[in-house]
């Protein structure tokens, strides 16, 4: 019953800025951790960043120093900030969210980075 709304993605030019959003709905008390992952036509889905219940956060070394994982707690909702967007970031993002009961994903988002 839960559901995980995705938003924010779009078309920007190399160097520019997204945030991309994951509202969370329904009956989620507590979990293990929130995530980003893409996954660009052709390839496998990637990992991107994490953030823990704890606000501890990682990074894939593609986008470390450049995105920033977020989540707001009243709002229930996580974000990806990415800043200096390469055409190599490419691809649809997908939120996910673990639980002590079961894994759940967003719908997608597709961000494009292009000149």
């Known amino acids: 019953q839960v559901q995980l709304v995705e938003s924010g993605g779009g078309l920007v030019q190399p160097g520019g800025s997204l945030r991309v959003s994951c509202a969370a709905s329904g009956s989620i008390f507590s979990f293990n951790y929130m995530g980003w992952y893409r996954q660009a036509p052709g390839k496998q889905r990637e990992w991107v960043a994490t953030i823990t219940s704890r606000g501890l956060t990682n990074y894939a070394d593609s986008v470390k120093g450049r995105f920033t994982i977020s989540r707001d707690n009243v709002k229930n909702t996580a974000y990806l900030q990415m800043n200096g967007l390469k055409p190599e970031d490419t691809a649809a993002y997908y939120c996910?969210?673990?639980?002590?009961?079961?894994?759940?994903w967003g719908q997608g988002t597709q961000v494009t980075v292009s000149s």
């Open positions: 996910k969210v673990v639980t002590m009961v079961q894994t759940y």
